[in-house]
């Protein structure tokens, strides 16, 4: 029942509603999520898929995504952040990725 420490969790298939679910999050001790996507083909990540990272991906998630769109600005809102505790981060608007420092 050890749960797999990791210092980053890239989100499979670009986050998407199908391939993230609780019990993948409760097998993980994880405190960084990754979302790579631009979201022009399918439209990820899924607004599920997020919402499931920050309910059960641990105390105080940070989202990490490469790239600021309409479908994952949505948590870069403060009112929400405040009420579910978790951190989110995008690349600056003239970066086309982001760097982590593990």
């Known amino acids: 029942n050890a749960r797999l420490r990791l210092d980053a969790f890239k989100l499979p298939h670009h986050g998407s509603n199908a391939?993230?679910?609780?019990?993948?999050?409760?097998?993980?001790?994880?405190?960084?999520?990754?979302?790579?996507t631009?979201?022009?083909?399918?439209?990820?990540?899924?607004?599920e898929a997020v919402a499931r990272v920050i309910k059960f991906g641990g105390h105080e998630p940070e989202l990490l995504f490469n790239y600021r769109t309409e479908f994952n600005s949505i948590w870069d809102n403060r009112r929400l952040i405040k009420r579910y505790g978790y951190s989110v981060s995008y690349p600056s608007a003239s970066d086309t990725g982001q760097t982590i420092d593990l």
């Open 38 to 47: 631009n979201g022009t083909r399918f439209k990820h990540p899924d607004r």
């Open 19 to 36: 391939n993230i679910n609780r019990d993948i999050l409760k097998k993980v001790d994880c405190a960084r999520y990754l979302f790579s």
